[in-house]
């Protein structure tokens, strides 16, 4: 056989497009569950803050503060790029503004790698999870990535998080539960109460407190992580901080804990514009206390009374997004979409389709109403 047949017969069972190819799926050198799987991809094409009101990912609708710019800005003039990232002190600083010590607190390439590491570092293949939905898609990526065995109890409008459900769903062989808290998109906040049942009831799963909009709610479980050793918070500075672009997050657990996965983060995983801008943040928490009071105190209410007088359902939130159950979701997204204004559709657990949508600003927010008031009839 000469060198070039040769070739082509060892080429020809290989097509890249056909899945049900069983030659492509003997040759996968991967896990074959993580071949099955498909990848979370959010909508974020055509996405243009210049042209649109972005309220489709939970974000800070308002540029960060000029100090972080000009941060930044100073790093980049100061020829710094050729230099592996260097922590400093950012640590401390988040400790400091936590108000725990620094050993309780390991920083993250976004809270999604908190995620990540959380469920890599405590889950074997075939462990059980408990992941109450809908949710955020990340809790199941990574759950699903470890093949772990997933119960997902649904938050309903009338009992909001599905606490006994939870409870019921504990097995010797837990080792995952996770409490979105508020969740994303139901907005739905959990209590200390409830979270504390659960981390007593399963000592051996780690449960996975995700507080990612923790400046709104100003409702948080770090206080408690020496007490209870199976609890993992996770916090992040792409909402209320505004860096979502910049990748920071952290972990919030028992020293014991942050080592070890300490041991599975690598030494670079966050780069140091993140470093650079989180600690200008830090500096000026003022930005993100009066964006998050703006948001809370007078963009919420005004919206929440527009919807109420529209007779339009929503989930109580405890957070700066709302889920909204209008009669005809497509048209009035669409009109939105016309006006350059972008929300999330989301279905509940029937089905049945809602809009998330972000609430920014007082102006944003009177801009959004009056869009809205355009196609939805006053009864
Ligand atoms: C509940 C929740 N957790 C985590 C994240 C991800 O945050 P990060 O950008 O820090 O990875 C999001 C983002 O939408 C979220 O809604």
Known sequence: MTQENSLRILAAPVDHNDHDNKAVQTMSV?????????????PLEGRDPEQHLLLDFNERTLPVSPQVRQALLDYLNNDRLQMYPNYGELTERIADYNGISSNQVMITNGS????????RASCREGDEAIIPGPSFAMYYQCAKVENLK???????REEEFPAQAVLDAITPATRLIVIANPNNPSGTAVSRETIIEIAKTAPEAAILVDECYFEYTQSTVSDLVNDYPNLLVTRTFSKTWGLPSIRLGYVI?????INALLNVRGPYDVNQFAVVAATAALAHPEYTEDYVREVMTVSKPLFEAFLVNKQIDFWPSAANYLWTFPDDPD???????ANNILVRPKADQQGRLGLRITLGNKAQTERLIQVLDEVIPTP
Request: charged share 15%; aromatic share 8%.
């Open 331 to 337: 048209a009035i997204n669409r009109h939105l979409q």
């Open 30 to 42: 991967f896990k074959s569950h993580i071949a099955a799987m498909s990848a979370y991809s959010p």
């Open 253 to 257: 657990s028992s020293p014991d804990n």
């Open 150 to 156: 997933i119960a997902e109890p649904q938050y309903t």
């Open 112 to 119: 999604d790698q908190g995620i990540d590491l959380i469920i």
